[in-house]
């Protein structure tokens, strides 16, 4: 157990419906990144938050949108879904962003699939 | 832009054997960090081993250890005594260093290990 938390587990909904993603952090946790991975595109990472700021973006879609919140919980919010949107999504977090490297601790994902 | 190549897309090993996982990257930078993840058919990341880029060290972990080759840009994964559990997706990831800004991974496109009995 990475101590990260990601709900729900599974997610099964129709095209043009909006979803919402939730993350918890390892205690202590600053920094949530959120990662899709699906069997075209691979892993790739979506955007990063830093003590409720975003710090980057990457190749995330302008339907997609994300926030960190003063306890530090995040979300991704996905709205007007299209078949290609079902993948794992994956939430990850580490200490921070302000002094190097730190390894990142994933949470055991959740499962989209648009009908 | 950084890359991440793994070009063994499968491979197979008998229990208590060695195996070694590929992995080749493409980068400008001098400092940045290297890591292998595995994601059992749970589909967990689970993080196995990382090498920071100014040690010419390998590093290791119990059965995990690196053959990190900077001039090369080469990053294997051996595996040492296989055992049923380490049957898994492995993907290689890269990390830039920037000190203050933003570490996303860029990940391979992994290889699927099977580790017979």
């Known amino acids: 157990d990475s101590g990260v938390t990601q709900t729900p587990k599974h997610l099964i909904t129709a095209t043009g419906q909006r979803v919402t993603l939730r993350c918890s952090p390892r205690?202590?946790?600053?920094?949530v990144y959120w990662y899709q991975q699906s069997l075209d595109q691979g892993l790739q990472f979506l955007i990063q938050y830093y003590n409720g700021e975003e710090r980057a973006k990457g190749n995330i879609l302008e339907r997609f949108s994300a926030q960190q919140f003063p306890d530090l919980h995040s979300e991704l919010n996905l709205s007007s879904l299209e078949l290609g949107d079902s993948a794992l999504y994956f939430c990850a977090s580490s200490v921070g962003s302000s002094g190097g490297w730190e390894t990142q601790y994933f949470g055991p994902g959740t499962r989209l699939l648009v009908l | 832009a950084q890359t991440v190549t793994q070009s063994q897309p499968e491979m197979s090993v008998q229990e208590a054997e060695t195996v070694t996982l590929s992995c080749t990257y493409d980068t400008s930078e001098s400092n940045y960090y290297l890591f292998w993840y595995k994601q059992p058919p749970s589909r967990q990341m689970i993080l196995v081993i990382r090498?920071?880029?100014?040690?010419?060290q390998n590093a290791t972990e119990n059965r995990f250890s690196v053959n990190f080759q900077k001039a090369a840009k080469s990053f294997s994964l051996k595996i040492s005594d296989s055992q049923l559990g380490d049957t898994a997706m492995y993907f290689c990831?890269?990390?830039?260093?920037?000190?203050?800004?933003?570490?996303?991974?860029?990940f391979g496109t992994g290889t699927l290990l099977a580790v017979q009995p």
């Open positions: 205690s202590g946790d600053l920094s």
């Open positions: 990831a890269f990390m830039k260093h920037y000190g203050g800004a933003t570490n996303k991974l860029i």
């Open positions: 090498q920071e880029a100014y040690k010419q």
